[in-house]
């Protein structure tokens, strides 16, 4: 009984402690302090009371209120700071778009170029160019059709010149392959006529162009039927042309040792005054094959090749078939002025 009596005591003491302490604390907040505002005059002086909780309170608020001002002027600089450096980002992307627009707006304008050079090119081989014409007129409806759909953003007019030239592209893909086809089939038809120069590596030099001339032995007038090539004994001599060679022969008071080749659409072609010949009669031999070296053989005045093309009986002049692969019938013309 005694240990719970003290206990309770205990216990109301401390209740008792507590309550004087609030008590204590809440009067000495409520105490007056007396604030006075005295001017330079000193005619009236104003006093103003305030309890001390009024005081901390407003203390409180006060700094409370410098540390949001401080907060919010901090994240207002660091906005701005951003702000900053993003309208200088937008400035440089503003500029690095305008040099794509330029470079978009020239590949365009060479676009535009290559396009009427393919039509030319389409039209010159005979290939349908409608193909290209309808590219153009649908570049034209989808500049229209952008232009209508445009909004305040510019990127559309960028994007519709990067549509176009896509189009153009695909579209050019199959008349190139039709350009790639036709070259292909006369690049296999200029392998099978004789459209080759006869000297390998060399141009050499015209001394007898084809046509009337005076013999070299006899000083009279005669129809020379090939070109006479000159340059120096052992130049290889080529193929002009794919075929079968037909004959290998010599002639002591003619054309010395002489070959003849057999190419597809009735030509034949004959190499004469060889020094050596490297083929047999019966060989394949293919455009651009040395088939010999030149020489002095038989009548001759010197070493040179004589080189003649026929079709059937029928004696051609050489430099017409040379002239559709290379310059060599701008050397001829030269040579044949020369000579004449």
Known sequence: MRDRKKKDDNLLSMTSRRDNFFV???KAGRRKLTVMFIPHSEEKVVNIQISLFTLVFSGVFVLALLGAFFWFSTHYTGNRQQLMASRSNLRNSEASLEVV???????MKVAGSFNETLSKTLTSLGIDSSANESLARSQGDLSDFVNMIETDSNSNNEVGDLKKLRMSLD???EPLNEITDVLLSQKALLTDIPTLWPLKGVRGRVTNPYGPAIHPFTGEWYLHKGLDLGYGMGQPIVATANGKV??????KNGFGHYMVIQHKYGFDTKYAHMQNIYVKEGQ??????????MGNSGLSDGPHLHYEVRIGSQVLDPAKFINMTDNAYEVIKWTIEEYK
């Open 24 to 26: 204590r604390f809440i």
């Open 171 to 173: 579209n050019s893909i």
């Open 246 to 251: 037909t004959l290998v022969d010599y002639e």
């Open 101 to 107: 627009r330029e470079e978009i707006d020239s590949l």
């Open 284 to 293: 394949e031999v293919k455009q651009g094959d040395v088939i010999g070296t």
